[in-house]
């Protein structure tokens, strides 16, 4: 059969660094730090007292209150995220069969306030079980999907992708591979998370992943600098309407770039470890270079996973050389995680809009924080440090990892 072709014609943003996708863009460029010191919760007991918190977000400015108590943040910035980029794509909705949009979201923890918080309500109590009845419906990160679904009653595919960090880079692929079979003409995609809580923060530094750089988190998430300790905890939603190629240019819509292909793999080796020679990484490239049709010398801008971790950004670059051979050294590699943290399952989706934007400019965000270089890495390198760069950016990889050593890359390229 003869694979339809996939467009991105509407992005919507919620991160720690900006509150639409105009807003966080221009903070990538500008190379803006979203850590800060948490206001959600006392932090003074924490080894981390520090995040990448959205910032000046009222969920009352989007819905209702009664029914935002339905939901676990997670799902309310989904919402959010969605809203904004089925407007910015211009759907004449109603017109539209219901039966072909669908919904294929990522979360790799979703409510885990609400988990949190229920949980803790009845630890205090006598044992009599006394939960609330949205607990579970909160909680679960299909809700999501669901809650979009039902406000705009579209019918087509509809769920959930959980694989840790790679969530919403699965979810998009998933997606992008339904409308090309043509099982669906329209897929709102993405991602959204919501951890920063005492559960998210206190888990992470048992596991010892966090930063701990409480004198200077905007300049914590460092990722390739030789200094770097750890993943700075980010929250946040990004969504990205999917359209079959002829369904949007039919109707005449803006095209911000084509999907071309992606990639899965599996690093099959521990828990939470990366592979220390990046195999899994170049497999999920090689992947999705094959299912793009593509060489590595004509993929322009590759946003790394680029999490700020020791073993990780290592993996990553060891894995990508080897792929792109010398023309790693012509590319522009970046990680936005240096701006906005990890938005764990949400960072794909955030990661997946930045390439798009790039694209779109012509400009390329940086990696910030960077100020002791790693002798690992090869000077030669151009990691996009510290400030923005032009480039006509063609084609761009966005990379996505996660624990379990699930792996991901989407390839998108100007329309």
Same mark, same amino acid.
């Given at each position: 059969?003869?694979?339809?072709?996939?467009?991105?014609?509407?992005?919507?943003?919620?991160?720690?660094?900006?509150?639409?996708?105009?807003?966080?863009?221009?903070?990538?460029?500008?190379?803006? !730090?979203?850590?800060?010191?948490?206001?959600?919760?006392?932090?003074?007991?924490?080894?981390?007292?520090?995040?990448?918190?959205?910032?000046?977000? +009222?969920?009352?400015?989007?819905?209702?209150?009664?029914?935002?108590?339905?939901?676990?943040?997670?799902?309310?910035? %989904?919402?959010?995220?969605?809203?904004?980029?089925?407007?910015?794509?211009?759907?004449?909705?109603?017109?539209?069969?219901?039966?072909?949009?669908?919904?294929?979201?990522?979360?790799?923890?979703?409510?885990?306030?609400?988990?949190?918080?229920?949980?803790?309500?009845?630890?205090?109590?006598?044992?009599?079980?006394?939960?609330?009845?949205?607990?579970?419906?909160?909680?679960?990160? +299909?809700?999501?999907?669901?809650?979009?679904?039902?406000?705009?009653?579209?019918?087509?595919?509809?769920?959930?992708?959980?694989?840790?960090?790679?969530?919403?880079?699965?979810?998009?692929?998933?997606?992008?591979?339904?409308?090309?079979?043509?099982?669906?003409?329209?897929?709102?995609?993405?991602?959204?998370? @919501?951890?920063?809580?005492?559960?998210?923060?206190?888990?992470?530094? %048992?596991?010892? @992943?966090?930063?701990?750089?409480?004198?200077?988190?905007?300049?914590?998430?460092?990722?390739?600098?030789?200094?770097? +300790?750890?993943?700075?905890?980010?929250?946040?939603?990004?969504?990205?309407?999917?359209?079959?190629?002829?369904?949007?240019?039919?109707?005449?819509?803006?095209?911000?770039?084509?999907?071309?292909?992606?990639?899965?793999?599996?690093?099959?080796?521990?828990?939470?470890?990366?592979?220390?020679?990046?195999?899994?990484?170049?497999?999920?490239?090689?992947?999705?270079?094959?299912?793009?049709?593509?060489?590595?010398?004509?993929?322009?801008?590759?946003?790394?996973?680029?999490?700020?971790?020791?073993?990780?950004?290592?993996?990553?670059?060891?894995?990508?050389?080897?792929?792109?051979?010398?023309?790693?050294?012509?590319?522009?590699?970046?990680?936005?995680?240096?701006?906005?943290?990890?938005?764990?399952?949400?960072?794909?989706?955030?990661?997946?809009?930045?390439?798009?934007?790039?694209?779109?400019?012509?400009?390329?965000?940086?990696?910030?924080?960077?100020?002791?270089?790693?002798?690992?890495?090869?000077?030669?390198?151009?990691?996009?440090?510290?400030?923005?760069?032009?480039?006509?950016?063609?084609?761009?990889? !966005?990379?996505?990892?996660?624990?379990?050593?699930?792996?991901?890359?989407?390839?998108?390229?100007?329309?």
């Amino acid at each position: 059969m003869t694979l339809k072709r996939v467009v991105v014609t509407g992005l919507g943003a919620l991160t720690p660094i900006g509150n639409t996708l105009r807003e966080y863009w221009d903070g990538l460029k500008a190379g803006t !730090s979203g850590a800060a010191p948490i206001t959600r919760f006392d932090a003074t007991l924490f080894k981390t007292k520090f995040a990448c918190e959205v910032k000046n977000f +009222d969920i009352g400015n989007f819905m209702d209150r009664k029914e935002a108590r339905k939901m676990d943040p997670f799902a309310q910035y %989904a919402m959010v995220v969605a809203d904004e980029a089925i407007k910015d794509s211009n759907l004449p909705l109603s017109e539209l069969d219901p039966h072909r949009i669908g919904v294929i979201w990522g979360s790799g923890i979703g409510g885990l306030l609400t988990f949190q918080e229920e949980v803790k309500s009845f630890a205090k109590g006598d044992g009599t079980p006394r939960f609330n009845p949205f607990f579970i419906p909160k909680m679960i990160p +299909d809700l999501s999907a669901g809650h979009i679904s039902i406000k705009y009653g579209f019918r087509g595919p509809n769920f959930v992708t959980v694989s840790a960090c790679a969530s919403s880079t699965n979810a998009i692929y998933d997606a992008f591979t339904y409308i090309r079979l043509g099982k669906a003409d329209v897929i709102v995609s993405g991602g959204s998370e @919501a951890a920063v809580c005492e559960a998210g923060v206190g888990g992470f530094n %048992a596991m010892k @992943a966090l930063s701990e750089r409480n004198d200077s988190p905007e300049t914590a998430s460092r990722p390739y600098d030789k200094e770097r +300790d750890g993943f700075v905890l980010g929250e946040g939603a990004g969504a990205l309407i999917l359209e079959e190629y002829e369904h949007a240019k039919k109707r005449g819509a803006k095209i911000y770039a084509e999907v071309i292909g992606g990639g899965m793999s599996a690093d099959a080796y521990h828990i939470t470890a990366p592979h220390p020679e990046g195999a899994g990484i170049t497999k999920v490239m090689e992947n999705a270079l094959e299912d793009a049709g593509i060489s590595p010398q004509e993929v322009d801008y590759i946003n790394t996973h680029g999490t700020s971790t020791p073993l990780g950004d290592i993996g990553e670059i060891k894995a990508i050389t080897q792929v792109f051979g010398d023309h790693v050294f012509k590319m522009n590699i970046s990680s936005t995680k240096s701006m906005t943290g990890h938005l764990l399952g949400a960072a794909g989706a955030i990661e997946a809009l930045a390439c798009l934007m790039a694209i779109n400019e012509g400009v390329v965000p940086p990696t910030i924080n960077n100020s002791t270089p790693d002798d690992q890495l090869d000077s030669r390198l151009n990691l996009t440090l510290n400030k923005a760069q032009k480039r006509d950016v063609k084609v761009a990889l !966005s990379n996505t990892f996660g624990f379990g050593g699930h792996n991901a890359s989407i390839i998108f390229r100007k329309a």
